[in-house]
């Protein structure tokens, strides 16, 4: 499984429901990466997709709490387990997860790859990513040469878990 977020030097990842920086550069990858996959966010990561409806040419899945919630042609569920029973269903490598905050948290310990964009800057942020850099569990394996974006300076990397699922060597 596979995650994807774009992250401040502080891996701040929004603030009020918003992502924090809109690159195009960062847009482009993601839909690179994500089409004709399975993606996998919480409601209000979902609701704030441009358009305000499943992105087009993947398989939408979201995780609600709302037991009567619709989301276009998505596929909803109501709980991780669901959630991960569901994902069985798909090949590992096609499944990215797309946020927010946590539903990050909950799946990072399933994924085994991160494309994370770091912008440079600071920002005033109220949601955040673990910061991988500082985990044990994860060594950056790619990382761009330097992108701007007017005055912005960002990178994409990508992690990978350095140790199996569950902690197990």
Same mark, same amino acid.
């Given at each position: 499984?596979?995650?994807i ?27 690179e ?9 919480? *409601?209000k990561?979902?609701?704030g ?9 993947r398989?939408n ?21 669901e959630?991960?029973e569901?994902?069985?269903e ?18 990072l310990p399933?994924?085994? *790859?991160? $494309? ?21 569990d ?10 701007? $974006?007017?005055?912005?300076?960002? =990178? =994409?990397?990508?992690?990978? *878990?350095?140790?199996?699922i569950?902690?197990?060597?």
């Amino acid at each position: 499984m596979n995650l994807i977020v774009c992250v401040d030097s502080h891996w701040g990842i929004g603030k009020n429901n918003e992502l924090l920086v809109n690159i195009p550069a960062d847009k482009r990858l993601f839909r690179e990466l994500t089409t004709g996959k399975v993606v996998l966010g919480g *409601r209000k990561t979902m609701e704030g997709l441009p358009g305000g409806t499943e992105l087009k040419g993947r398989t939408n899945i979201v995780l609600t709490k709302k037991k009567d919630y619709t989301f276009g042609n998505a596929r909803i569920v109501h709980s991780i387990p669901e959630a991960l029973e569901v994902l069985k269903e798909y090949a590992s490598e096609d499944v990215f997860i797309i946020g927010g905050e946590q539903v990050y948290r909950a799946f990072l310990p399933y994924c085994e *790859r991160a $494309y994370v964009t770091k912008v440079n800057y600071l920002y005033d942020a109220d949601t955040f990513f673990e910061n991988l850099d500082a985990s044990g569990d994860w060594v950056m394996t790619h990382d761009s040469e330097e992108q701007t $974006y007017y005055d912005l300076e960002y =990178f =994409f990397t990508i992690y990978k *878990r350095s140790r199996n699922i569950g902690g197990m060597e």
